[in-house]
């Protein structure tokens, strides 16, 4: 059993929900990522995201789109991130950590080579936004050889079919989508997101988790209660952003995470 599936099997063990938590590989600074994640782990989250900076992030909104740029001016690349991620698993040994990224940019690394130095970096699996599961024969073989899990999205939108390809194919959890779009903040939760997890955890007993727009404890109290879990993305990268200056960061951070967290229980 992955190390995932370990933790989120743990947490159902005493009926409790997941928050996952996403930050993008250097912004504001690679030192600066590692102490975040962290912090995230001793306010909480229970699995970080860590965004691989790329120049065409097309499944992200405006807040990650530009975290990314920023990573990427001040020389963020796949092969420094994968140096970030090694730095955070020697601080934090027992965090799952899932690098999230782009098709082009591993193919381009060479898929067999990266999965390999993710594998010895730390990492636990992955997201590769845009691979969709009917073309990700070669790289599900890979991760196999290499010890990773895969984690592949669902949508609203998503048909029958789709549903039982990815639920079968996803290890550790399934990430579902809360509405059709790019990520960003938003101040409500979808009236049909409940049928629409409903109707995915009718096809797996793997973990399903809700992102996209969920910023508050409110949304997390609300979605923990039909779902296994939560990502928070946006709202977490836009607040690292404001306080990037603050001395007071990362107690900032712990706060807000904590909070999140609390939701959950």
Not at 96 to 120: D, S, V
Request: with cysteine; glycine share 6%.
């Amino acid at each position: 059993m992955s190390r995932l599936s370990e933790h989120f099997a743990a947490l159902r063990s005493r009926n409790e929900k997941a928050l996952v938590c996403f930050v993008t590989a250097g912004d504001p600074n690679p030192d600066a990522t590692v102490a975040l994640v962290e912090t995230l782990a001793k306010a909480g989250a229970d699995c970080v995201e860590i965004g691989i900076p790329f120049s065409d992030p097309l499944a992200d909104g405006p807040s990650i789109q530009a975290s990314s740029q920023r990573a990427l001016e001040q020389g963020m690349t796949v092969r420094k991130s994968l140096e970030v991620i090694r730095r955070i698993r020697a601080r934090v040994p027992d965090l799952p950590l899932i690098p999230m990224t782009y098709y082009n940019p591993i193919r381009h690394f060479g898929l067999t080579e990266y999965a390999r130095q993710a594998k010895e970096a730390g990492a636990d699996g992955h997201i590769v936004t845009d691979l969709t599961p009917e073309e990700a024969e070669e790289w599900k073989r890979i991760c196999i050889a290499e010890g990773l899990d895969t984690i592949f999205l669902l949508a609203p939108t998503s048909t029958t079919a789709r549903i039982e390809i990815v639920t079968a194919l996803s290890d550790g959890f399934v990430y579902c989508v809360s509405r059709t779009g790019v990520t960003g903040l938003r101040d409500d939760i979808p009236a049909e997101l409940r049928d629409v997890v409903t109707n995915i955890k009718a096809y797996t007993d793997k973990p399903v988790f809700v992102g996209f727009g969920i910023s508050r404890p409110e949304h997390v109290e609300r979605i923990v209660a039909f779902a296994d879990g939560v990502v928070v993305g946006t709202s977490l990268v836009n607040l690292i952003h404001k306080e990037r200056d603050n001395p007071d960061l990362l107690e900032i951070v712990y706060q807000y995470v904590a909070s999140l967290k609390a939701a959950t229980r």
